[in-house]
């Protein structure tokens, strides 16, 4: 429950304190205030408005608190009447012990504007405790030849109250022999001693019992009572005797234990027993017993355990020598400790600010007080922080400081600062305490976020699923919390008529980004966009980044066989004669793929021939030729069936048959012409077909082949089969490594009598419908030429 009410205390200390330090502060006194002890919780102490001359509103306005030192709330301030009221019983024994007056210290604390009063309150002491001896019982040994006069003391009793309330006097109960005195100690207390009235006869009264009673100076008074039994022995008439009343030391309160502190000395004029002395301490406090031991055949007193300043000041002992006859003489002992630097200083944090936002100048962070126990020049203190930290140390009202702000904080920069407080006293050695706060800097959305990269380039395969993951964009923000929280969205694409909504779609929260449809990389080889990068801060900060995506090529395009036809209503023949060597160049399969790369190169192999070994197509052109001399046993007519594969994975293929015909009577090679070349419209139609088709050639080899292809047919076809103006085509860039990549319509026209191409201009991506004569839109800006042998 302590540790609780501590904790709790210490949250409204915090709170308290937490007011800017700008306003001027003040040390004024108000009192002294003064109450007795055992007073009901609620009782009135003064009223603190009078006092400091304020009203009541303004008392409340202005925030008054009391504020107790050390661990208890001992007073309350009633904000509505202006009244200090005792907040808990007080009681002065437990306070102050036999410390007097008995002084507590508070302050009164005015929060706006800050100003700071000290207070004292007295308790006064009332009597609650009666008197009380130690031994309730008293054994005295006298000779019988005391000389009148002669005193004994007795053990003095002990009351917990102080002044009037404390031990006054002593009585004794009636006797003919002794009457008692009270004496008076140097510290103040009060102890009996009997005094001897009549000579005594041991053999007339050999022992007396009477009882001695002890009276404060209450009203009424109280009492306690001891039984004192006298003992009357023989003739022992040498008491022992010290050679000083007073032994006054002082030792530093870092002694160790088992210190010698002094050597006490009394004499005896008797021999034997009668002058044989021990000594022992006279009715020693609890304190005394705890601290001192005494041997008692030599008189050493050394230490017990180790003395604190702090606690008590000094000690102060009878010590009784007693000789072997029951004489005893008696000396005070006084033990003053001497204050040594044995006491860190302490830290009490009564207002803290954590975190504390960034970019705002001169913040108070903390309030905080310091005390140090030790006195003189062990108890002054001087604190400091860390040079290269941004705060600084600011004194106020006597040993109070504020930790405010340098500069401007940048939790980006630093997130958290360890503040160590150092308090060092100016002892010798000096003593020094370090108290660690830590500061934490809280975020304001002064960071846009950032992306990893300002450009990304994806790779992504042609075909894909939907909702395929494709890649990701990241960005991070310095900041923190919701100012770090990243969302990203795509932006409106530059192109207004790239479909990018279709296309791709970016998760808010992660960056993922995913293809919304199958992507064709014969439609679409690469596109760009923009993904944005937004926190959530207020106003929100933002930025961009630039995505390519590359569509990559799958082999989803078998390859096309453009020569020979086979879909004709006639097959093509190719006509041989029996006279052609070995190598003859019979005919030549053109195939093209759509695909790109790898997936478009061509290989091309007889699979099946009415005479095998008579004919062999070269695999990388697809050229067919004799493969010996043909001869008169060799049948008229031929059927080969050649593969076309790509190189793709897995491979597609497509399959041509070729017709041949050994013939007789001519021996220039040329390829033969089908039945539709000799109608000019149909072999028109088929030179238009073969140039469309260059749309889907992949490379700059097929392009030529196919061109080539094209001339031979042109040739067949005779000037008047071939027109000297231009004819429509259809063919793909080609870039510097021969990949062709993107269609294009071009104007060609073949010279007469020559073998050359000429691509005149590129027209619109639209062919017209074979025989309508319908006219192509020109536009002058291309212009390219390319010549075969």
């Known amino acids: 429950m302590k540790t609780e009410w501590m904790h709790n205390l210490t949250q409204r200390q915090v709170l308290f304190f937490f007011v800017l330090l700008s306003m001027s502060l003040s040390g004024a006194e108000l009192g002294p205030y003064s109450v007795v002890e055992e007073m009901e919780r609620g009782s009135f102490v003064a009223n603190l408005g009078e006092d400091l001359g304020l009203g009541l509103t303004e008392l409340s306005t202005r925030g008054a608190r009391v504020i107790s030192q050390g661990n208890k709330e ?71 030849n005391s000389p009148l006069g002669n005193a004994f003391p007795l053990e003095n009793a002990v009351d917990s109250d102080v002044g009037s309330n404390s031990v006054q006097n002593y009585k004794i109960s009636p006797n003919s022999f002794f009457r008692v005195l009270t004496r008076k100690r140097s510290d103040g207390r009060k102890y009996p001693e009997l005094v001897l009235d009549k000579e005594l006869d041991r053999e007339k009264q050999p022992e007396l019992r009477l009882t001695l009673t002890a009276l404060d100076g209450g009203s009424p008074p109280r009492s306690g009572t001891a039984q004192v039994h006298i003992e009357v022995v023989d003739t022992n008439d040498n008491a022992p005797a010290f050679e000083r009343p007073l032994y006054k030391v002082q030792i530093p309160e870092n002694s160790p234990v088992d210190s010698l502190l002094v050597t006490v000395f009394a004499s005896d004029l008797d021999i034997g027993v009668n002058g044989k002395i021990s000594y022992t301490f006279f009715q020693p406090s609890e304190d005394i017993n705890k601290t001192l031991e005494i041997n008692p055949m030599t008189g050493e007193i050394r230490l017990r355990k180790q003395v604190d300043f702090e606690r008590i000041q000094s000690y ?28 860190p200083p302490e830290v009490t944090m009564s207002a803290l600010t954590s975190p504390i936002p960034e970019n705002s100048p001169e913040i108070v962070v903390a309030v905080f007080s310091v005390s140090d126990p030790d006195s003189g020049e062990n108890g ?79 790779l992504v395969r042609e075909n894909n699923s939907p909702a395929l993951h494709i890649g990701s964009v990241s960005a991070t923000d310095a900041d923190a919390g919701a100012n770090a929280q990243v969302t990203y969205s795509l932006l409106p694409p530059q192109d207004a008529h790239l479909p990018l909504a279709s296309l791709v779609s970016v998760n808010a929260d992660s960056g993922q ?21 937004a926190d959530a801060g207020s106003p929100a900060l933002s930025s961009e980044a630039r995505v390519r995506v590359q569509v990559l090529d799958a082999n989803d395009n078998a390859p096309f066989v453009l020569y020979p036809l086979q879909n004709g209503s006639a097959p093509c023949t190719e006509l041989v004669p029996r006279a052609a060597e070995a190598g003859y160049l019979v005919s030549k399969v053109v195939a093209v793929d759509g695909d790109a790369g790898q997936n478009a190169w061509l290989s091309y192999q007889l699979l099946k021939a009415t005479e095998p070994g008579l004919f062999g197509v070269w695999a990388h052109n697809g050229e067919v030729r004799t493969a010996r001399l043909l001869s008169e046993r060799d049948a008229p ?26 013939v007789d009577g001519f021996s220039q090679p040329y390829l033969p012409l089908p039945e539709a070349a000799a109608d000019p419209a149909r072999a028109d139609a088929l030179t238009g077909y073969l140039v469309v088709a260059l749309a889907s050639v992949s490379s700059l080899f097929l392009f030529s082949v196919l061109l080539f292809v094209a001339v031979r047919l042109c040739r067949r076809s005779r000037a008047a089969s071939v027109p000297a103006g231009p004819f429509p085509g259809h063919l793909v860039d080609v870039s510097g490594t021969g990949t062709l990549s993107q269609s294009y319509q071009y104007e060609v026209c073949l010279t007469e009598g020559s073998s050359e191409f000429k691509f005149l201009k590129p027209t619109l991506p639209t062919f017209p419908s074979q025989g309508t004569g319908k006219k192509i839109e020109e536009n002058p800006t291309f212009r390219n030429s390319f010549t075969f042998n």
Do not use: W
Not at 639 to 645: I, Q, T, Y
């Open 74 to 144: 001992h007073l309350q301030l009633k904000v509505q009447t202006g009244d200090l009221l005792i907040n808990e019983k007080l009681d002065r024994e437990e306070l102050c012990g036999l410390s007097e007056p008995c002084v507590l210290h508070f302050q009164v604390l005015m929060e706006k504007p800050l100003e700071i009063f000290q207070a004292e309150l007295t308790v006064r002491d009332i009597n609650d405790h009666s008197p009380g001896f130690t031994n309730r019982e008293m054994i005295l040994k006298i000779p019988e």
């Open 316 to 343: 102060e002992v009878d010590i009784k020598a007693t000789d072997g006859g029951g004489l005893s003489g008696k000396c005070t002992l006084l033990v003053q400790v001497v204050d040594v630097n044995d006491n």
């Open 380 to 458: 002054k203190m001087v604190s400091s922080i860390q040079d290269d930290l941004p705060f600084l140390l600011k004194p106020s009202v006597k040993n109070f400081y504020t930790l405010v702000t340098k500069t401007a904080l940048d939790r980006e920069v630093r997130a958290e600062y360890n503040v160590t407080i150092t308090v060092s006293d100016l002892g010798t050695p000096r003593l020094k305490t370090e108290h660690v706060i830590t500061v934490q800097v809280s975020d304001v959305n002064d960071n846009a976020p950032a992306f990893t990269r300002t450009s990304y380039t994806l």
């Open 513 to 533: 980004l995913f293809a919304l449809r199958a992507l064709d990389f014969e439609a679409l080889q690469a596109f760009e966009f923009r993904v944005r990068a």
């Open 637 to 662: 007519k031929h059927r080969l069936l050649v593969l076309v594969r790509d190189n793709g994975e897995p491979p597609l293929s497509a399959s041509v048959t070729l017709h041949v015909l050994l």
